[in-house]
């Protein structure tokens, strides 16, 4: 974070009703997929959906479980996969935390602006990925996975 940024700001977590209704939507779309929401992949989920921001791996397992007792690091790593595979959260690897999808769509490409001050990230469309895609293609490449990240201030902090 910047030296001259002293304050944190976002538009704050969805309430608890929110959050039931995206994990309902999400359960309803992955059985139309033949997939199932396991106990843990819905923790996970609901854990990322309920903090509204980008959540470290390690935070998450000292979350997940119940009685403050963290959850073994496999069930949140295995779960954390399954649901980036769907398009349901987005590994920001250049802060090393995991987000919830806030497309609502199946997998798709990601970019995201990063504030370096305050840390605020917010997902936008990935338009650039299109390019990217079709110069994949001509050259033979099938891209699974696609996040792009943008370092920079966001306008409270510029």
Request: charged share 20%; proline share 4%.
């Amino acid at each position: 974070m910047g030296d001259s940024c002293h304050h944190t700001h976002h538009d704050g977590p969805p309430d608890a009703g929110a959050v039931r209704l995206a994990l309902g939507e999400v359960e309803r779309r992955l059985a139309g997929q033949g997939e199932r929401m396991t106990t843990a992949r819905s923790r996970v989920l609901e854990l990322l959906l309920s903090a509204g921001e980008p959540v470290k791996a390690y935070d998450l397992i000292a979350r997940f479980g119940t009685d403050g007792v963290p959850a073994k690091p496999p069930t949140v790593y295995r779960s954390l996969e399954f649901l980036e595979r769907h398009g349901l959260v987005h590994r920001i690897a250049s802060i090393s935390a995991y987000v919830a999808c806030t497309s609502g769509t199946d997998a798709h490409a990601a970019a995201f602006l990063i504030c370096d001050c305050c840390g605020a990230t917010q997902e936008v469309s990935a338009t650039l990925a299109d390019g990217l895609d079709a110069a994949a293609a001509s050259k033979g490449y099938v891209i699974e996975r696609t996040t792009i990240e943008a370092h920079g201030r966001c306008p409270a902090c510029a």
